[in-house]
């Protein structure tokens, strides 16, 4: 298996500039999650979704940020308007439904810069 | 909701020595914690985890320890080599979905 995959690994952009962050999970994971990593607040879980479906999205940060699941095998994370501290590293990750196997598989990550 | 307090923030020792984590959580309902280690230009992979109905577990070199009365637990490592250095994270949730994340250790093992 070739483990999550994300593009684009790297994405600079300019204020105001709609972003597009894509992820596809691990075949047969029910859960996929949306993450983001600053060296100020860490790594903050946004949303997360099971069987394509948005469970919790309490950690979106504002109205700008959105996440659709439109099937198993992709989702995607939007901003929009992008503004210079929505600058950060956003990890997707997937993990199976299981009571005794709880990993949640990473993806290498979009390192993203908002000029 | 949960909050996570992870120390120390770095963390030196010499190859072979061992190094010890630790971290508290807020909420007593909280019942799983993973650890994550993260190499540079990676994202974070699970390396041990523990469930609250255990006070240790052990996989080779790591073993991970809980005081659910504290609420706190450990990650330990021992006989280091240079392939341990990374930023180790820990967390803690109820079920195994909404993780908290502590602000990572970042771990330097000394040749």
């Known amino acids: 298996d070739a483990g999550v995959i994300q593009s684009p690994r790297h994405e600079v952009t300019e204020m105001g500039q709609e972003v597009t962050l894509r992820c596809k999970p691990i075949?047969?994971?029910?859960?996929l999650f949306w993450y983001r990593q600053t060296m100020m607040r860490g790594l903050e879980l946004l949303i997360y979704?099971?069987?394509?479906?948005?469970?919790?999205d309490s950690g979106m940060p504002e109205d700008r940020f959105s996440a659709k699941m439109p099937n198993a095998s992709f989702s995607n994370l939007k901003i929009q308007p992008s503004e210079p501290r929505d600058s950060a590293v956003y990890f997707c990750?997937?993990?199976?439904?299981?009571?005794?196997?709880?990993?949640?598989?990473f993806g290498p990550g979009t390192r993203l810069t908002v000029l | 909701g949960e909050n996570v307090e992870q120390h120390p923030s770095t963390l030196s020792v010499q190859e072979g020595d061992s190094a010890v984590i630790k971290c508290t959580y807020s909420?007593?309902?909280?019942?799983?914690f993973p650890w994550y280690k993260q190499e540079l230009g990676k994202g974070p992979q699970l390396i041990i985890d523990?469930?609250?109905?255990?006070g240790e577990k052990k996989d080779q070199r790591i073993a991970v320890t809980l005081n659910k009365t504290a609420k706190h637990f450990s990650l330990h490592i021992t006989e280091t080599q240079p392939e341990d250095s990374a930023v180790y994270f820990c967390?803690?949730?109820?079920?195994?979905?909404?993780?908290?994340f502590g602000q990572g250790t970042r771990l330097t093992i000394n040749p």
């Open positions: 990750a997937s993990q199976v439904a299981s009571k005794v196997y709880n990993e949640q598989f």
């Open positions: 075949s047969g994971h029910d859960y």
């Open positions: 979704f099971n069987n394509n479906v948005p469970i919790d």
């Open positions: 909420d007593s309902a909280s019942n799983y």
């Open positions: 523990i469930r609250s109905n255990v």
């Open positions: 967390a803690a949730t109820k079920g195994a979905q909404k993780l908290v």
